[in-house]
C-alpha cells in the first residue's frame, strides 16, 4: 500500500497536466479550422459559391478572433484566466456543433464567425500561462511542444475535411471536434491548475515591458509581432487554398489532394517544429538573438520552395509543398517565444492577445478572400504567388528585430 509520501509522486505534476489539457484543446481548434480547407469544393458544389466568398469565410472567423482577443487578454491579465478558458472552450463546442443546422451559404458564414469568440480565449491565454510555469531560458522547449498542436491538428483537419467529407458529406467532419471539445473543457474545469503570474520573470521590469502603451514603444515585441503577421499572410493563405490549388492547377482529387496536404502538414509540422525548437534551444546557449534569427532562415529558406510549388513544373509541386512547409514550421516555438519573452507577467496576456490583433489583421484575416479575389479575375497560381511578396516582408523584420531581442535570465524563481 502507498504511504503517506507516496500520493504526491502519483499525482500528475501541475504544469504538465496543464500543459497536456492545453495542448488538447489547441489539437481541436486546428483539427476544426483546417477541415474547411479540406472540402473547399464539396462546400463550393452545394452553395454554388465563388473563391471569394469561400475565402470569405476564413475571413468571418479571424475578423471576429481579432477583435475579440484584445478584450479577452485584458480580462486575462486581471481576473482568473481558467473561467475564461473554460467559458471560451465551451462556446466554440457549441458553435462546432451547431453545423448540423447550416443549410445555406450565410448561416456558414454565421457559425464560422461565432467560433471565432470561442477560439479567442484559450489560443492566446493558454501561452502567458505556460510561462508561468517556466523560466525564460526554457519557454522555447514548452512551447514548442504546445504549438505541435497546430501541424498535427491541421493535418487531421484536412484529412477529415477531405475524407469525412467525401464519404458523408461536408457537415460530417465538423463533429470530431464538438463533443470532445466540451469533455476537455470540462477535465480542465476539474484538473486544470493557475500558477503564480510572473513567478519566473526576471528580467528588470520597464515602462515597455510591463504597460500596455509600452508595447507601442518595445521594438523587440513590435518586430516579433509584426515579422509574424507578414508571415501569417503566407501561412494563411497558403493553408486556405493549397488543398484547391492541388486539385484545380496540379490535378488531384479532392480526396488525394487532402490526403497529401494533411500527410505533409502531419510530418513536416512535427518534424519542423521539434527540430526549429531544437535548434533554437541550443543556440540560445550562445545568442540571446536565436529566437528572431532562427525566424529569419525559416522564412528565408521558405521562398523558393514557394516559388516552384506556386510557379515550377507540376511534378515539383508535391517536393516544393514538402520543402515549403519543413521551413516555414522551423519558426513555430522559436518566435511565438519570442513574443513571450519580450514582455512581462502584468501585461503578457493582453500582449498576446494585441498580438493576434496584429497578425490577424495584416495577415490571414484577409489573405485567403483576397487570394480568392485575385483567382477568380485571372488564376489560383497568381493569388498564391501574393504570399511570396509578404514571406519577403516578413524576413526583412525579423532580421532586423534580431537587435532588440531581451536577454535571458538563468535564474529560478524563489
Same mark, same amino acid.
Given at each position: ?71 479577452? #487578454? $485584458?480580462? *486575462?491579465?486581471? +481576473? ?6 473554460? &467559458?471560451? =472552450?465551451? @462556446?466554440?463546442? /457549441? ?73 458523408? #458529406? $461536408?457537415? *460530417?467532419?465538423? +463533429? ?6 466540451? &469533455?476537455? =473543457?470540462? @477535465?480542465?474545469? /476539474? ?224
Amino acid at each position: 500500500m502507498p504511504t503517506a509520501s507516496q500520493p504526491a509522486r502519483l499525482r500528475l505534476n501541475p504544469a504538465m497536466g496543464t500543459l497536456l489539457l492545453l495542448i488538447a484543446l489547441n489539437l481541436l481548434n486546428y483539427i476544426d479550422r483546417y477541415i474547411l480547407p479540406g472540402e473547399v469544393s464539396l462546400i463550393k458544389q452545394e452553395f454554388h459559391a465563388t473563391d471569394h466568398q469561400m475565402g470569405a469565410l476564413t475571413t468571418a472567423l479571424l475578423f471576429v478572433y481579432m477583435l475579440v482577443a484584445p478584450a479577452t #487578454g $485584458w480580462l *486575462a491579465d486581471r +481576473f482568473r484566466r481558467k473561467p475564461l478558458i473554460i &467559458l471560451g =472552450a465551451v @462556446l466554440w463546442s /457549441l458553435a462546432t456543433l451547431a453545423t448540423v443546422w447550416v443549410h445555406d451559404y450565410w448561416t456558414l458564414y454565421f457559425r464560422h464567425a461565432l467560433v471565432g469568440i470561442g477560439e479567442a480565449t484559450f489560443g492566446f491565454i493558454a501561452p502567458a500561462i505556460l510561462a508561468d510555469y517556466y523560466p525564460a531560458r526554457e519557454r522555447n522547449r514548452i512551447l514548442t511542444i504546445f504549438y505541435l498542436a497546430i501541424p498535427i491538428g491541421a493535418a487531421l483537419g484536412y484529412l477529415a475535411g477531405g475524407q469525412i467529407g467525401s464519404h458523408w #458529406g $461536408w457537415r *460530417a467532419p465538423f +463533429f470530431v471536434c464538438g463533443l470532445p471539445g466540451l &469533455l476537455v =473543457a470540462a @477535465l480542465y474545469g /476539474l484538473w486544470g491548475r493557475e500558477p503564480v503570474r510572473g513567478a519566473y520573470d526576471h528580467v528588470k521590469p520597464t515602462l515597455s515591458r510591463t504597460t500596455f502603451l509600452g508595447l507601442f514603444i518595445n521594438p523587440a515585441y513590435l518586430t516579433a509581432s509584426f515579422g509574424l503577421a507578414a508571415l501569417t499572410f503566407a501561412m494563411g493563405g497558403i493553408s486556405a487554398w493549397v488543398p484547391e490549388f492541388l486539385h484545380r492547377v496540379v490535378g488531384l482529387s479532392v480526396g488525394n489532394a487532402s490526403l497529401y496536404v494533411g500527410a505533409i502538414t502531419v510530418i513536416d509540422g512535427i518534424a519542423g517544429t521539434l527540430i526549429g525548437g531544437w535548434i533554437a534551444q541550443r543556440w540560445l546557449r550562445t545568442d540571446h538573438r536565436a529566437l528572431y534569427l532562427l525566424s529569419f532562415w525559416s522564412v528565408a529558406l521558405t521562398l523558393p520552395c514557394g516559388a516552384m510549388l506556386f510557379f515550377g513544373p507540376r511534378a515539383w509541386a508535391i517536393p516544393s509543398l514538402f520543402a515549403a512547409e519543413f521551413f516555414l514550421f522551423l519558426n513555430t516555438g522559436p518566435l511565438n517565444t519570442a513574443i513571450v519573452n519580450s514582455v512581462s507577467a502584468p501585461i503578457r496576456a493582453t500582449a498576446i492577445a494585441c498580438n493576434l490583433f496584429c497578425i490577424h489583421f495584416f495577415g490571414d484575416t484577409f489573405s485567403p478572400q483576397i487570394i480568392g479575389a485575385v483567382s477568380d479575375r485571372s488564376n489560383l497560381s497568381l493569388g498564391l504567388g501574393l504570399t511570396l511578396i509578404s514571406l519577403i516582408v516578413s524576413c526583412i523584420i525579423l532580421r532586423s528585430g534580431a537587435r532588440f531581442a531581451p536577454p535571458l535570465e538563468t535564474s529560478s524563481a524563489g
